[in-house]
C-alpha cells in the first residue's frame, strides 16, 4: 500500500493537470486553462468527484479541486487525463494557503463538499466554514460570488447557519435534505465516495448557499463561547 502510494505521488508530479504548491499563481490560471473562463474551486476535494462532475456539466467553466493529500487528488487528475477533461485541474495546497495562489477576484464560486466537520468544539476553527477560512476565501472570491456547502453532517449544517447569523452571510439557497427536493440541479446530483459511505449515518444530505457581506467582523471569542455553552 505504501508503494502504491509513493508511485501516485511521483505520478501526480508528471500530470499536466495538476500543480503542487506552484510559486507564481497568482492571475495566471488563465494560462493554466488557455482561457478567460469563470474559475470554481472544490476545496478538500478529496478523490475529486465533484470536480470532475462538474466540469462536465459545465464546459465553459474550469473547475480546480484543491486537497493537500495527493494520494486521493492522483484518482481524478488521472480520470481527468485520460477521459481529456480539459476544464479541470487540481491544486495540492493547505486551504489556508489559498491567498497565495489566487489573485483577489480570480475565483467566481467556491464548492465545500463532505468536510471533515470536526466536531469537537475544540476544534471548530478548523471547520472549512468556520469565519477564519471565510476571511481566506473573501481575499479570492469575486465580490458576488456564491459559496456552497455540501454535508452529511447535521452539526456542520447547523454550525454553518450560526455563522451565518451571527457574521451577516446571506443564505441563498437551504436544503435540510437535498434528496428529498422534489426538483434538483444536477450539480447536486454528483455523489463523492465520501457520501456513499455515509460516515455521519445521518440519512440526509444538507446544503448551504451563500454569499459573504462586504466585511467580515472579527467576533471569533463570541462564537467559541456561544458553542461551549451549547455543548
Known sequence: MAQKKLQRFADLKTFSNTLEYPPDMKGKWSSFF???NPMVLE?????GEYTVGMAQLFPETNFIGVDVKGNRMYIGAKKCLLENIANAGF???QIEKLGDYFAPGEVDEIWITFPDPQLRTS???????????LRVYQQILKPTGFIHLKTDSPD?????????ELYGLTIV????????ESTL???LKIKTHYE???IAQSKKIHYLKFTLPATIKNIDDQLQEILKDEE
Open 43 to 47: 476545496l478538500a476535494c478529496g478523490r
Open 123 to 133: 476544534k471548530a476553527k478548523k471547520r472549512l466554514t468556520h469565519p477564519r477560512f
Open 91 to 93: 491544486l495540492r495546497t
Open 156 to 164: 456542520l449544517y447547523h454550525f454553518t447557519k450560526r455563522v451565518a
Open 185 to 187: 440541479k444536477e450539480e
Open 173 to 180: 439557497e437551504d436544503f435540510d435534505n437535498v434528496y428529498a
Open 196 to 198: 456513499s459511505l455515509d
Open 34 to 36: 488557455k482561457n478567460d
